[in-house]
C-alpha cells in the first residue's frame, strides 16, 4: 500500500487515513492497476482504515515537509529520542501533544510502543486545512472511483462497490452525500 511512501522514522503516519494528496494518488493507480473487483490486496489495504472517523489534511503542505517540521521540532525541542519523547508526549492511550505547522495546521503527536516508530503522527482534530470523516465513506468513495468512476454517482453503483468490501448497503441519504462529496475530492 505505502512501499513508495516513505515515512521517516521514528513516525509512524499512515497516509491513507490522514493525506489527501497520496488518498487520490492511491485511487488513482489502484483505479489503472485493479484486474477485477475487490482483490484481496486491494480490500486488505482499505481495511487498515478501520471503522471510526478520521482526520484527513488536504492543505499544500508536502508529506517530506510535514514530516521535516515535525521531526526540526522534536529536534530542537531536544524530544527525538525514544524516551525523551515517551515523557514528553505521555506514554497513556489517552496521552497527546499538539503542534502547528508553517502552513497553520495543527497535528497530533502520541506515543506509540515501538522500538523504531514511536511517534504516531495524524492531523489533528478541527485543525486548518483538514476534515473528519468516516471510515466507511472514504472506503465507499475509493471504492466507486476504482471500479465505478461515473460521473453520475447512484445509490445502485455505491451498494455494488460497497458490497465489494463488506459493506450494508446505504440507508440514510446524508451517508450518499457525504460519500458523493468524498468522490467529487477524489477526482480533482
Not at 482483490?39 to 486488505?44: A, D, G, H, R
Request: one cysteine or more; charged letters at 25%.
Amino acid at each position: 500500500m505505502t512501499d513508495d511512501f516513505n515515512v521517516p522514522e521514528p513516525l509512524l503516519f499512515n497516509p491513507l487515513k490522514h493525506y489527501l494528496h497520496f488518498i487520490k494518488a492511491f485511487t488513482g493507480k489502484r483505479s489503472e492497476e485493479e484486474k477485477y473487483p475487490g482483490s484481496k490486496e486491494f480490500i486488505k489495504d482499505l481495511k487498515h482504515l478501520g471503522s471510526c472517523v478520521m482526520d484527513v489534511y488536504r492543505g499544500d503542505l508536502s508529506a517530506d515537509q510535514i514530516f521535516s517540521e515535525i521531526k526540526q521540532f522534536l529536534f530542537l525541542n531536544h524530544i527525538l529520542s525514544k524516551d525523551s519523547y515517551g515523557k514528553w508526549a505521555g506514554i497513556s492511550f489517552r496521552s497527546y501533544r499538539t503542534i502547528n505547522l508553517s502552513d497553520g495546521s495543527r497535528w497530533t503527536l502520541k506515543y506509540y510502543d515501538n522500538e523504531s516508530r514511536y511517534i504516531h503522527i495524524f492531523p489533528a482534530r478541527s485543525s486548518p486545512f483538514t476534515f473528519r470523516i468516516k471510515a466507511n465513506t472514504l472506503k465507499s468513495a475509493i471504492l466507486y472511483q476504482v471500479f465505478a468512476g461515473k460521473d453520475y454517482v447512484s445509490e445502485d453503483d455505491l451498494n455494488k462497490v460497497r458490497a465489494l468490501a463488506g459493506l450494508s448497503p446505504i440507508r440514510e441519504i446524508a451517508d450518499v452525500e457525504a460519500i458523493t462529496e468524498m468522490i467529487e475530492m477524489l477526482r480533482v
